[in-house]
């Protein structure tokens, strides 16, 4: 009689377990994939909030809407300045999850002042590309590689190539520079290192989730919805033997991406003409609203240094 409770008992536990397993990790997989896309407007004012919106600047621009095709079949697009005609410098921006090529703007002044033509990017399912799923660099990297290719191919010859981008974008053009020798250079501002220490983090946060049991029924939804694994995201150990020279930017007060992802990195690579900027008090994107002279200076020092 008494084992035949116990039995019951750890079945009804089990089921009760397996329900909440369940609904912990669909609610993960919600708060990782669902996040809902920021419009220009919401851009815009986040960005005069910061003070760094110059409405006619920005609105001023000569900016042409360029689209590719992704290996997938997404239709992908971008927004391109070609400022300079007799300049092979390009520079491609790379936006963050939710986030839009508009939220990337305050750069452009930064970059067409080192005489950079600039594309900007609307990544797959944001913006105004198509997709259901981020997949946090995973398939993004290979989008940017035709990016790549379509700029090649529009100016005709080898470019000095650099590559800009803020959280996922910033793991997608680590995943992206570190294997594509086009690539002379890459800015990563707020990063993180490892698509699953990302989620172990995030977890961290719930104490009562047991991060083993929901990661691993959470990636396999993943990997049957979205077609990647998070352990399939990890820029450190990408990065780890790749040459091309890299700026680490991250903010000491981030609470999205912690900063110790960003010199773990660094210090991974050990390697000569890398750089490194700390933001004291800043938090996720904002590196360079707080420090925004800095930032301007060392990425100068920095692109003069890669172009050696």
Not at 114 to 122: A, G, H, Y
Request: net charge neutral; charged share 25%.
């Amino acid at each position: 009689m008494i084992l035949s409770i116990l039995i019951a008992i750890l079945i009804v536990f089990t089921i009760v377990f397996s329900i909440f397993l369940h609904f912990a990790s669909e609610y993960a997989f919600k708060e990782a994939f669902y996040a809902r896309r920021k419009t220009k407007e919401d851009s815009i004012k986040r960005l005069n909030n910061w003070g760094l919106w110059n409405e006619e600047y920005f609105e001023n621009l000569q900016m042409e809407d360029v689209f590719i095709t992704s290996k997938d079949g997404l239709n992908l697009c971008g927004h391109l300045i070609e400022r300079f005609e007799d300049s092979n410098r390009y520079i491609i921006l790379v936006h963050g999850y939710s986030a839009n090529h508009y939220l990337h703007m305050p750069f452009i002044p930064m970059f067409l002042k080192e005489r950079f033509n600039i594309l900007l990017v609307e990544e797959r399912s944001h913006g105004e590309s198509e997709g259901k799923y981020a997949t946090y660099g995973y398939k993004e990297k290979e989008d940017l590689n035709l990016w790549i290719n379509f700029l090649e191919e529009r100016k005709g010859e080898e470019l000095f190539l650099g590559l800009h981008g803020q959280s996922m974008g910033a793991a997608t053009v680590l995943l992206c520079g570190a294997r594509n020798r086009k690539v002379k250079f890459v800015i990563e501002d707020c990063g993180y290192s490892s698509g699953k220490e990302l989620m172990r983090y995030q977890f961290s946060k719930v104490d009562y989730v047991p991060f083993g049991l929901v990661y691993w029924l959470l990636n396999l939804k993943v990997k049957r919805r979205c077609g990647f694994k998070f352990e399939d995201v990890c820029p450190i150990n990408a990065i780890a033997k790749s040459e091309v020279p890299i700026f680490f930017i991250h903010g000491d007060a981030d609470k999205k991406v912690p900063v110790n992802m960003a010199i773990d990195m660094y210090k991974r690579r050990n390697r000569e003409g890398d750089m490194i900027l700390i933001v004291p008090n800043a938090v996720h994107l904002t590196s360079y609203k707080e420090k925004k002279e800095e930032y301007e200076r060392m990425v100068h020092d920095f692109i003069n240094n890669a172009d050696i």
